[in-house]
T-cell receptor
Framework: AQKITQTQPGMFVQEKEAVTLDCTYD???????LFWYKQPSSGEMIFLIY??????QNATEGRYSLNFQKARKSANLVISASQLGDSAMYFC????????????FGTGTSLTVIP | SQTIHQWPATLVQPVGSPLSLECTVE??????LYWYRQAAGRGLQLLFYSVGIGQISSEVPQNLSASRPQDRQFILSSKKLLLSDSGFYLC???????????FGNGTRLTVT
């Protein structure tokens, strides 16, 4: 079974609008972390936001917020007020803290911001 | 502050030639180190990770190998490259705590 599932290969959003990128995960480890990364066309991987499994509140970092629904095992990334520079690939990842040192990545979502 | 260096940025190699990609981390000690490969337009595939000097875990059987000769140095190698080894190789590190992966800028490898 896939540890991380991103079901949206590509998404479009109008500039200045908000967009939600979906991520679901699968784990039996009660202690885990969820991460989102941005990969522009240059290839670098940029860390955006982190959510721990025991965190009570949804994480926020500037225009990025994470809609964490633990019972549904989903960790969707919300980007508010989209900018042209947000056009990139976005990857969801998970780390299981009790079962190893691996980071599991989804297949990514390509976001295009339309002017 | 911690930094990660990965080189070279791009590499074109003929089939059957050897490969050596190097990655070093500065400003931290005893990091977990990782090698990922990304095929064009695809997700990240974990190749190797290491929790200490000489300790290498392989995730995918292939003609690649990894070594960690020093605490903050991680090397990806091949004795004979295949066409299917082409891709974007990313080195990354993380502390032992619940922290994110920090990536190098990657090496774009083309095997011809």
């Amino acid at each position: 079974a896939q540890k991380i599932t991103q079901t949206q290969p590509g998404m479009f959003v109008q500039e200045k609008e908000a967009v939600t990128l979906d991520c679901t995960y699968d784990t039996s480890d009660p202690s885990y972390g969820l991460f989102w990364y941005k990969q522009p066309s240059s290839g670098e991987m940029i860390f955006l936001i982190y959510q721990g499994s025991y965190d009570q509140q949804n994480a926020t970092e500037g225009r990025y917020s994470l809609n964490f629904q633990k019972a549904r095992k989903s960790a969707n990334l919300v980007i508010s007020a989209s900018q042209l520079g947000d056009s990139a690939m976005y990857f969801c990842a998970m780390r299981e803290f009790n079962t190893g040192n691996q980071f599991y990545f989804g297949t990514g979502t390509s976001l295009t911001v339309i002017p | 502050s911690q930094t990660i260096h990965q080189w070279p940025a791009t590499l074109v190699q003929p089939v059957g030639s050897p490969l050596s990609l190097e990655c070093t981390v500065e400003g931290t000690s005893n990091p977990n180190l990782y090698w990922y490969r990304q095929a064009a337009g695809r997700g990240l595939q974990l190749l190797f990770y290491s929790v200490g000097i000489g300790q290498i875990s392989s995730e995918v059987p292939q003609n690649l190998s990894a070594s960690r000769p020093q605490d903050r140095q991680f090397i990806l190698s091949s004795k004979k490259l295949l066409l299917s080894d082409s891709g974007f190789y990313l080195c990354a590190w993380s502390p032992r705590s619940n922290s994110p992966l920090h990536f190098g800028n990657g090496t774009r490898l083309t095997v011809t």
